[in-house]
């Protein structure tokens, strides 16, 4: 399984708490949580790197990708954030962390705004196992209890998830629902929403223990779905069924349809 690790790699080389809580930025916090996982192969890419670190090459060989993003999703790339999506249709998994909630790839595969309320207060955070037989949630205590996080409230709106995992309680009395997954083509899609970036929470092993869940959850061993964005004619001669033209045609046997 190819795992690829994306950070946008920015509160790191600009803020010192946050390059004091990940010494070798979130995207290495990340990558431990594979560290004794024989069957993950993994690999990091930042923002600064030519074409983002996910050119067509990289993205090809990757099984899962792991996204995490706050201030800069505005600096990536359309053409590679739909160069991502092609890859989700055609099978690669997608794990979605925190305040990537925003950024442009997850929300132009919910196509909703994503929004959600917020507050930075520090305050302890009930993370809920609400689907105890999920594989995401597998080996994990009812509840993981973290000290010091974002609140994140409801409403989020995003589609109506495919499966709830987690639900979140804070102190200040908000809820959130904080483990989602969805699915687009051929591609699983996890959002998981613990990780301020001021905050130890990728130290968690919980939650590194989650992601790693993710992960295998999110892989497709399947070859990759290639004519994801094909629309073929397919000819009445070629039915799997014998049968006749019978009324008019606007095309003719094996012409494009209209784009």
Same mark, same amino acid.
């Given at each position: 399984m190819k795992i690829l690790i994306w950070n946008? *790699? @920015?509160? @790191? =080389? !600009? *803020? /010192?708490? +946050?390059?004091?809580?990940y010494p070798d930025g979130i995207h290495g916090a990340l990558a431990a949580a594979f560290k004794d996982d024989g069957s993950a192969s993994v690999s990091t890419a930042t923002l600064a790197e030519p074409e983002h670190g996910l050119t067509e090459e990289k993205l090809r *060989?990757? $099984?899962?990708? %792991?996204?995490?993003?706050? #201030? /800069?999703?505005? #600096? +990536?790339? $359309?053409? %590679? +954030?739909?160069?991502?999506?092609?890859?989700?249709? @055609?099978? =690669?998994?997608? %794990? +979605?962390?925190? !305040?990537?909630?925003? !950024? #442009?790839i997850f929300r132009v595969l919910m196509g909703t705004p994503c929004s959600l309320s917020w507050r930075e207060a520090g305050e302890v955070e009930r993370l809920w196992v609400i689907n105890r037989n999920h594989p995401i949630a597998a080996g994990l205590p009812p509840f993981i209890e973290i000290q010091h996080e974002e609140m994140y409230g409801e409403p989020f709106t995003i589609p109506e998830p495919m499966e709830t995992v987690f639900v979140s309680w804070f102190e200040g009395g908000e809820v959130f629902r904080s483990g989602v997954t969805f699915q687009r083509g051929a591609g699983r899609i996890f959002y998981f929403r613990p990780g301020h970036e001021a905050y130890p929470t990728y130290h968690n092993l919980q939650i590194l223990q989650i992601i790693r869940n993710a992960a295998h959850w999110a892989h497709n061993p399947l070859p990759a779905w290639r004519t994801v964005n094909d629309a073929p004619n397919v000819p009445h001669g070629q039915a799997p069924v014998p049968l006749q033209v019978k009324g008019p045609r606007l095309h003719e046997d094996g012409e494009a349809g209209y784009r």
């Open positions: 946008e *790699n @920015e509160h @790191e =080389m !600009s *803020n /010192a708490l +946050v390059r004091r809580l *060989n990757t $099984d899962v990708l %792991i996204w995490w993003g706050h #201030k /800069a999703h505005g #600096k +990536v790339s $359309d053409e %590679i +954030v739909a160069r991502v999506q092609q890859r989700v249709w @055609e099978g =690669m998994g997608l %794990i +979605v962390l925190h !305040s990537g909630h925003f !950024s #442009k």
